[in-house]
């Protein structure tokens, strides 16, 4: 690399860090906030599709996002989908607004639920952050979904919700501590089922662990929430739901 290169090189980011250690071998790009790839992992190659730096998803993100998830069903049928997760959420912004960003985040949740459905195992990984539409057409749009230790998971933050819901800050903070449904933070999404685990460690063996589960018929999430304590009625009235009752 001769020096102007260098010189306009970003930083290596956070995300493509852990991407190296969770591979034995890993061969990514990155254009803006967007990393897109393909790791190795004891002869199995795993398509990458990632966001750095807490980007905020907009409305090219997220069509960029989804043509990669169409390229790889093309290209690689049936090859795992490793989504590593770092991002502010949805942008706010009247050019997003105008194209209709919520469109655009609902087809990448669409195409990563298809890339299922045809035999893709799509694991996701919160990083740094994941907030809002960004971790629910990312994070939720998986077969499951982990987190880094020290990652920080939210829907909305409790101020803004508090501003929004007209309930004191106080007593939203007094109610999180006994409904995880209402709580920030990677515990809370574990007990409501939203995340599967925590990953430390080793990395490598966390990912080939999820690899060698095999891509599910259905959602278990509201399984694991009730045997988390944490949605203790989702299950049974979703099943009452779907039987009509």
Same mark, same amino acid.
């Given at each position: 690399?001769?020096?102007?290169? +260098?010189?306009?090189?970003?930083?290596?980011?956070?995300?493509? =860090?852990?991407?190296?250690?969770?591979?034995?071998?890993?061969s990514v790009s990155r254009i803006?906030p967007l990393v897109t790839g393909?790791?190795?992992?004891?002869?199995?190659?795993?398509?990458?599709? +990632?966001?750095?730096?807490?980007?905020?998803? @907009?409305?090219?993100?997220?069509? +960029?996002?989804? =043509?990669?998830?169409?390229?790889?069903?093309?290209?690689?049928?049936?090859?795992?989908?490793?989504?590593?997760?770092?991002?502010?959420?949805?942008?706010?912004?009247?050019?997003?607004?105008?194209?209709?960003?919520? @469109?655009?985040?609902?087809?990448?949740?669409?195409?990563?639920?298809?890339?299922?459905?045809?035999?893709?195992?799509?694991?996701?990984?919160?990083?740094?952050? !994941?907030? &809002?539409?960004?971790?629910?057409?990312?994070?939720?749009?998986?077969? +499951?979904?982990? !987190?880094?230790?020290?990652?920080?998971? =939210?829907?909305?933050?409790?101020?803004?919700?508090?501003?929004?819901?007209?309930?004191?800050?106080?007593?939203? %903070?007094?109610?999180? *501590? %006994?409904?995880?449904?209402?709580?920030?933070?990677?515990?809370?999404?574990?007990?409501?089922?939203?995340? =599967?685990?925590?990953?430390?460690?080793?990395? &490598?063996?966390?990912?080939?662990?999820?690899?060698?589960?095999?891509?599910?018929?259905?959602?278990?999430?509201?399984?694991? @929430?009730?045997?988390?304590?944490?949605?203790?009625? *989702?299950?049974?009235?979703? !099943?009452?739901?779907?039987?009509?009752?």
């Open positions: 690399m001769n020096a102007d290169a +260098a010189l306009s090189a970003p930083p290596i980011s956070s995300t493509e =860090r852990l991407i190296d250690a969770l591979f034995d071998e890993a803006g393909t790791g190795t992992l004891d002869g199995q190659a795993v398509a990458i599709l +990632a966001t750095a730096e807490r980007a905020q998803i @907009g409305a090219d993100l997220a069509l +960029a996002m989804a =043509r990669n998830v169409l390229d790889v069903m093309r290209e690689a049928p049936a090859r795992p989908i490793l989504i590593v997760v770092d991002n502010s959420g949805h942008r706010l912004g009247r050019w997003d607004e105008l194209m209709g960003n919520n @469109g655009y985040l609902a087809h990448l949740s669409t195409c990563l639920y298809l890339a299922r459905r045809r035999g893709h195992r799509v694991i996701g990984l919160v990083n740094e952050l !994941a907030v &809002s539409a960004g971790f629910m057409a990312l994070g939720m749009a998986t077969d +499951a979904c982990y !987190a880094m230790p020290e990652a920080e998971v =939210r829907v909305m933050a409790l101020n803004a919700m508090s501003r929004v819901t007209k309930v004191p800050l106080d007593r939203l %903070t007094e109610l999180c *501590a %006994t409904s995880p449904v209402l709580g920030p933070g990677v515990a809370n999404f574990i007990r409501v089922g939203a995340l =599967r685990g925590i990953w430390s460690g080793d990395l &490598s063996a966390h990912l080939r662990e999820a690899l060698a589960e095999m891509p599910g018929e259905r959602d278990t999430r509201r399984e694991l @929430g009730l045997e988390r304590g944490g949605r203790t009625l *989702a299950r049974d009235i979703a !099943a009452q739901v779907r039987a009509g009752v």
